[in-house]
Structures are given as C-alpha cells and as structure tokens.
C-alpha cells in the first residue's frame, strides 16, 4: 500500500481546510486509515482514525471541529478541519493499517502535508 497526501497551504485562523489522502496498491486490505500530526518541537499526535466500516475516533483536541470521512471505492480518506486554530499548524501524515490480520496490521504512511493556521 502506498498512500499520498495532497492539500495543505496557508489558511486563517477559524477558516476550513481539507486534506486528502489517497491510498494505491494493495487497497483491498485495508482496514483503516488515520491522521497523525506532528508540530515543530512536539511529538506527533494522533489526530483521527477511521475504520473500514466507518467508526471514527478523534483526538480531544480536535473534537467537534475535525471530520474524518473515507471513500472506499476511491480509496481516499479525508480531514475536513473547521474552526482552523494556531495551534493546528504541524505536518500532517495519513497513515493506512492494511493486511490479512487486522488483529497485526502493516502500517504505511503518506509523505505529510504542512499548513500553518495564521492568527
């Protein structure tokens, strides 16, 4: 599986940005996508995952201000970020858990996204 992320840029504080996420390969196996972000001299943060059916989970950061959603047929996942924050501002990097065994998954990630939410 390989995935590539595309959005990201420059956007106000309390505007809207959505991220992408494509996945290609063996894109049968996966059973669920995410996001993890990372901001300059923190540790990355998981942000939201999905699963193949749909329950989604989300950092209490972003709680009520962040969807995550995933198209199957294409393959893609998405963030719809609203209410954009400084504190937003990292990399972002989709990540996809795949294989046989969901029980032990391989996990490939995107190459990251930045955008920065100005005040």
């Known amino acids: 599986v390989q995935l590539q992320a595309f959005g990201g840029g420059l956007v106000q504080a309390g505007g809207s940005l959505r991220l992408s996420c494509a996945a290609s390969?063996?894109?049968?196996?996966?059973?669920?996508f995410g996001w993890y972000r990372q901001a300059p001299g923190k540790q990355r943060e998981l942000v939201a995952t999905?699963?193949?059916?749909?329950?989604?989970n989300y950092a209490d950061s972003v709680k009520g201000r962040f969807t995550i959603s995933r198209d199957n047929a294409k393959n893609t996942v998405y963030l719809q970020m609203n209410s954009l924050k400084p504190e937003d501002t990292a990399v972002y990097y989709c990540?996809?858990?795949?294989?046989?065994?969901?029980?032990?998954?391989?996990?490939?990630w995107g190459q990251g996204t930045q955008f920065t939410v100005s005040s």
């Open positions: 999905i699963s193949y059916s749909g329950s989604t």
């Open positions: 990540f996809a858990e795949w294989g046989p065994d969901s029980d032990y998954p391989y996990a490939t």
């Open positions: 390969g063996s894109t049968f196996s996966i059973n669920a």
